[in-house]
């Protein structure tokens, strides 16, 4: 009966331990990846002997693997991998070296190895697998500074590992035993990483950019996002390093063109965190054999000294490296749990030992090493585990008490204007990326239709729409209301829906012109943002927005002194943030050093610019700057504001001239603020034109002062 063989049975017994892992070990309070892998450790041919490691398991664990450096590497902050290099390089060769050197002389001293064995064991424990990095992504914790740093040191750390291990493999191969062979291994090992580093960066960014501007389709974005990590994967094993290097390379590569709050990143999560991690860590604790800790004392011995001397360099490493940043003891915790785990990098590199012949019959390693390093594994993977729980609970805590949200992300429910469906999907994308995520602030989807003869019919179009909506919301775990709403007056019918619903701003598409009304407002945007006091965005897009590369912003004068200053500035600078792209803002000085001030307390880690632009006729000047993979936003006013200056009035024409083609957002602000609840009154205009008889007459006297001149 045992072990299972049948591949249908053996796949619902994985099933079952990925459904029921997490649930016992949540009654216990043990993080749910111990779980996976003791439960590897219970099933696996050492256990219970239900089933066997089959090919299903090498290959769904090598996938796994890939997949956690894939998400370590996708999720990375790297802006601030810019900013603090240094620090990756410092805690990079300190994660690497102070554990390979404690190791190697313990090996040597107390266990009597020879020095290539002691080498070979110093290599193993100088690497770590980032095995707890699901908590993190858990706790939302992907763009911590101690967490991205312990995400590229692991990876420097592991570079270097291989690259030793590459060296001593080749100094047992016949054709690299000379000193010529050797300097010929080094030369042609340094010419293929070069020119696959090069070969990524060149050609994935462009291939990446021309399938996400061609093809929107959900499945066929993650093929190729998945063939992608793959091909780079079968490519550093080609080279001679592992496929995790490829893969957690790629996702580099790939992070600013898979937002971190997008559909597509939804997916890869999920997949990942559903299945082929799971899979990597049951794996992993097949290989686990628990009976030969009780084959006496010297088995013990070799494992305790080799899973502390072990994980005690990599502590050393954690809390030097935190003590010399100034980074705070949650921090230093969360460094030591992340980088203090071995799985099946270890388990590749003893492999490697395995092979090498020191003498006829005799390999570098023997089983006794092998089995103390398969002990170590679940050793450590609990101690990582345990201690990045604990330490992802500590700065969870911390930045929750830290944190205080800004008056203008109160009460946030942005309303979603939608009628035409080849750019309603876009319009989503947007305000899921300028949503607040913190309060987990819901959308509302809104279609107005008119209330005649053909109704019903346009009325069944848009609750299609909005169904399509909502699936693609809730493929990025977005709560989000719908309402088809029949009106005789499309801008009262958004203005009633937005007082009912009490949001905070609209987002809309903006209006395609016809020969019916050719004017830059179409029919009812006019009336909208004349009626409506609150935060009104408008956009267009020529191409997808993962593939934006900058957001360039033109600020009137005195926008600082309007109520809804703080508003659009919080949401583009959400915006640029899950973007991962530059944002430059235009405008007057003042208004640029309080802007400075917002983002630099507020948003850090936004790549901002800021260029001094004395007056607003300087607006057509941009356009020279602005390119194909631009968003040029306007922050414009309503009459009778503070920041409204007679200049805005030739914007529609400007914009129409100058910035045809262009991926275009224009902001109305918050014209009242917070506090002021909008209301209907008799003494109060309720319709505005967008030019008045003053206007009219002020164009008449100008034409003739022209001619008489």
């Known amino acids: 009966m045992f072990p299972v063989t049948n591949p249908t049975l053996i796949f619902f017994v994985v099933l079952c331990i990925i459904l029921f892992a997490p649930i016992i070990m949540g009654k216990l309070r043990i993080p749910h990846i111990i779980g996976m892998v003791l439960a590897g450790v219970l099933i696996g041919k050492y256990g219970l002997n239900i089933l066997e490691r089959d090919n299903s398991f090498e290959l769904f664990g090598r996938v796994g693997l890939c997949y956690i450096m894939f998400l370590a590497g996708l999720e990375m902050d790297m802006e601030g991998v810019k900013k603090h290099s240094s620090r990756f390089i410092i805690f990079g060769l300190l994660t690497c070296f102070v554990p390979l050197i404690m190791t190697y002389f313990m090996a040597m001293w107390l266990l009597d190895y020879s020095s290539t064995a002691s080498f070979l064991l110093g290599c193993i424990m100088a690497s770590n697998t980032l095995i707890a990095y699901p908590i993190v992504t858990r706790y939302g914790l992907q763009r911590n500074t101690s967490v991205s740093l312990s995400v590229g040191s692991s990876m420097i750390s592991l570079f270097m590992a291989l690259v030793m291990l590459a060296g001593l493999a080749a100094s047992f191969s016949t054709e690299h035993t000379s000193a010529g062979g050797q300097l010929f291994f080094w030369l042609l090992f340094v010419i293929k990483i070069a020119l696959f580093c090069a070969g990524s960066f060149f050609v994935i960014p462009r291939l990446t950019r021309y399938f996400l501007r061609r093809y929107s389709d959900a499945v066929m974005q993650f093929i190729f996002v998945m063939s992608v990590m793959f091909l780079s994967a079968a490519l550093t094993e080609a080279i001679g390093l592992e496929a995790i290097f490829g893969a957690f390379f790629s996702g580099l590569i790939l992070n600013r063109y898979i937002p971190h709050v997008?559909?597509?990143?939804?997916?890869?999560?999920?997949?990942?965190?559903?299945?082929?991690?799971?899979?990597?860590?049951?794996?992993?604790?097949?290989?686990?054999?628990?009976?030969?800790?009780?084959?006496?004392?010297?088995?013990?011995?070799?494992?305790?000294?080799?899973?502390?001397?072990?994980?005690?360099g990599k502590a050393v490493a954690a809390y030097m490296s935190s003590l010399l940043f100034r980074l705070t003891k949650a921090e230093g915790h969360m460094m030591f749990g992340l980088t203090s785990a071995h799985a099946a990098g270890a388990i590749a590199m003893v492999m490697v030992g395995m092979r090498l012949e020191v003498a006829p019959g005799q390999y570098l390693v023997t089983n006794e090493m092998l089995n103390g390093v398969v002990i170590m594994i679940l050793v450590t993977c609990i101690i990582s585990t345990l201690m990045t729980e604990h330490a992802a609970q500590e700065i969870t805590l911390k930045n929750a008490q830290a944190f205080t949200p800004q008056r203008s992300t109160l009460n946030e429910k942005i309303l979603l204007c939608v009628k035409y469906p080849e750019i309603a999907p876009q319009l989503l994308e947007l305000a899921i990326m300028m949503r607040n995520t913190r309060q987990e602030s819901e959308l509302v989807a809104l279609n107005v239709v008119y209330d005649d003869q053909r109704s019903n019919a346009h009325r069944e179009q848009g609750l299609q729409l909005l169904e399509r909506l909502q699936q693609q919301a809730s493929a990025s775990d977005v709560r989000m209301q719908t309402q088809v709403r029949l009106a005789t007056n499309i801008a009262n019918g958004i203005k009633h829906a937005f007082r009912e619903t009490g949001a905070s701003d609209i987002i809309m598409g903006m209006h395609v012109h016809t020969d019916i009304n050719p004017k830059f407002w179409g029919e009812f945007i006019q009336s909208l943002y004349n009626g409506l006091n609150r935060q009104i965005v408008l956009t267009r897009f020529i191409q997808p927005l993962p593939t934006l590369r900058r957001i360039q912003v033109c600020v009137p004068s005195r926008a600082e002194f309007e109520p809804g200053f703080h508003r659009w500035l919080e949401r583009l600078c959400r915006m640029a943030g899950n973007l991962d792209c530059r944002i430059q803002f235009h405008g007057r000085q003042e208004s640029l050093v309080l802007i400075r001030e917002y983002v630099n307390n507020v948003h850090p880690n936004v790549r901002s610019e800021y260029t001094p632009m004395a007056h607003w006729n300087e607006l057509p000047r941009l356009a020279e700057n602005i390119r194909e993979d631009h968003m040029f936003v306007v922050v414009t006013a309503r009459k009778g504001t503070i920041s409204y200056k007679n200049a805005m009035d030739r914007l529609p024409n400007e914009l129409m001239q100058h910035f045809s083609g262009k991926n275009l957002m224009i902001i109305f602000p918050d014209q009242y603020g917070e506090t002021k609840e909008e209301s209907m009154t008799f003494t109060e205009a309720q319709h505005r034109e967008e030019s008045s008889i003053y206007d009219w007459l002020l164009e008449k006297l100008n034409k003739r002062g022209v001619r008489g001149s």
């Open 262 to 312: 997008s559909p597509l990143m939804n997916r890869i999560e999920f997949i990942g965190n559903a299945l082929f991690i799971p899979y990597f860590l049951i794996g992993v604790g097949m290989l686990i054999n628990v009976r030969t800790l009780f084959d006496g004392t010297q088995m013990l011995w070799i494992v305790a000294l080799i899973a502390f001397f072990g994980t005690f």
